[in-house]
């Protein structure tokens, strides 16, 4: 690493450090001791942009930032370093394109900073990308330093030697990770991505990667191994000492970062939480339904609880629990309950344990208390020479198989509203109050069309379903329940013990069969459609999702309508 890139660094972190301050060329060459002029040209030739630009699109974005935070304008524009606020406002627009009031109402994250073209010379590429899940199986080399290794500095460091390279195969991509191994020691596995029905070495790691959003840099492959590496190193660098800090990203600490290097290319994939191309995760940052199995996998010796899970998540227990039943038709302690017991009879029938270890591995007190627990589960006799299956949905695979069997139009509703009620308050007493499913097939089979609302809203002229903080106006924090409401006229109150809960109007997209009538079927199309468009076209299209506003299911004329609101500023 040369003196010039790491004096950059801390002049960036300076920068970052004293944003709501007045900043000039001037003081920051003070604070380094450099000559200004000198500063300025150097400046401009490392960020490729001149100084000045560079603070006020960073000093524009942290405003925009707590406009998307606080849904407040005013004090952001009173707080500016501009004198007059329509100098301020005329920057804001100039910059994002729209006026600040309108920045706040799309609900879109903060753009990021113009990335550099160049990094030490060598041109860069970036995306965001979904990438599905996969094994890399690969071989471990430890570094010389050891645990006390620069990682950062040290990356794809078997390349440089040929010894460590003869047992990798070079004809494939290759996969390269930072790891610790059994005992905690801190290694670089480098191998290939595992194809389906391949079997690893014997003795080759495998790590699996999940389902990641991430955000992938790429440069061209260099002309020798000295030169990849560096660049490599450079690449790294630039990543997490300056463009995860100028936008403020987080990255994903249960995602795996890796490196890549094919024929053409290489570089970093980055798994992150926050800031994937100016958008959150729908189901909490980074900690939406898709990755609550794996969570639980990973941690299922743990003797991991609904509590902490929720915790964990950023959840209430109930909408948690609520949530996940929902999507995986099974209650989370049932999932946990059969996943220990499959993982234990895993082990024992692959050999990896025997059956006391097994046990204890789980947290059983020992292989009596196993199978005293698998009874109670499986109301049968634990048996090794019969597999035990245990299977839930793939919501991915799920969504790939079932989304051609709805019809999406586009359309604009007015506002309106609703008076609605915990929906366990309607439906038959008898059915599982986590079975949302059933609950809503029972109270949208008994409604009927408000033929008052063709006219206006066609397609919410009937029973209204969603989920709705109980609690909004509460100083106890957020609690969501699954309501479902009649809309009423906007100058009528609604019915006497209702709540009342304003729609917004706008663009949506809505979803429905292909059927002429889903009433035969309301429980098992309301299933599938909340998996394929809640959870699969909502993260597919997240640059169309319009956060601000509710998402909500309508039934009338006999039919189901899944309806997401998108923001007119995008797709």
Known sequence: MSKKIAKMEEILDYILNHLETKLSIEDIAKEFGYNHVYLAQSFKEYFEMPFHRFVTKLQLRRAAQIVYDTKKTSEVIGNSLYVYSEGFSNAFKKEFGVSCNAFKKMNIQVPDMPMRKKIDGIPVHMEYKIIEPFKIAGYAFRHKQGDQVDMMENVAFPLKYKRMMEKIDTSRELIGVWWNDKGGHVIYVLGHVLKDGELPEKDQ???????????????????????????????????????????????????????????????????????????????????????????????????????????????????????????????????????????????????????????????????????????????????????????????????????????????????????????????????????????????????????????????????????????????????????????VPLKLPVNQGDEEAYIQGGRYAVFSTMDDSDLDEIEEKYLMMERVVFFGWIRENRLKYDGSRITFVSFCHNKLYFFVPISKYRG
Request: net charge negative.
């Open 205 to 487: 790691i495998v790590i699996n990667v999940p389902e990641e959003k991430c955000a992938i840099f790429t440069v061209k492959k260099q002309a020798d191994t000295s030169k990849t590496v560096k660049a490599q190193a450079n690449l790294t660098r630039f990543i997490f000492r300056e463009w995860l800090k100028m936008n403020e990203k987080v990255t994903d600490k249960m995602g795996i970062t890796f490196e890549f290097f094919n024929d053409e290319n290489m570089g970093v994939v980055l798994p992150l939480v926050k800031g994937m191309n100016g958008y959150e995760s729908i189901e909490k940052t980074g900690n939406g339904s898709n990755q609550w199995i794996d969570y639980i996998n990973s941690h299922i010796k743990d003797n991991i609880t609904v509590v902490e899970l929720a915790k964990y998540f950023g959840y209430s227990e109930k909408m948690l629990g609520d949530i996940f039943k929902l999507r995986y038709e099974m209650s989370l302690e049932e999932y946990i309950r059969k996943q220990r017991l499959y993982m234990v009879a895993h082990e024992i029938s692959q050999k990896k344990e025997d059956a006391e270890s097994a046990a204890t591995k789980y947290n059983y007190a020992d292989f009596d208390d196993y199978k005293r627990c698998y009874k109670e589960e499986y109301g049968t006799d634990y048996d090794e020479n019969e597999a035990v299956k245990f299977k839930v949905v793939n919501l991915s695979e799920y969504y790939k198989e079932n989304k051609k069997k709805l019809k999406l139009e586009y359309m604009r509703i007015h506002n309106f509203k609703i008076g609605y009620h915990k929906i366990e308050n309607e439906c038959d007493p008898h059915i599982d109050k986590k079975n949302i499913p059933k609950m809503v097939s029972d109270c949208f089979s008994k409604s009927e069309d408000l033929e008052e609302f063709y006219e206006d809203n066609y397609y919410v002229a009937g029973k209204v379903a969603m989920w709705m903080n109980v609690n909004r106006n509460s100083q106890e924090g957020d609690a969501y329940e699954y309501v479902i409401g009649t809309p």
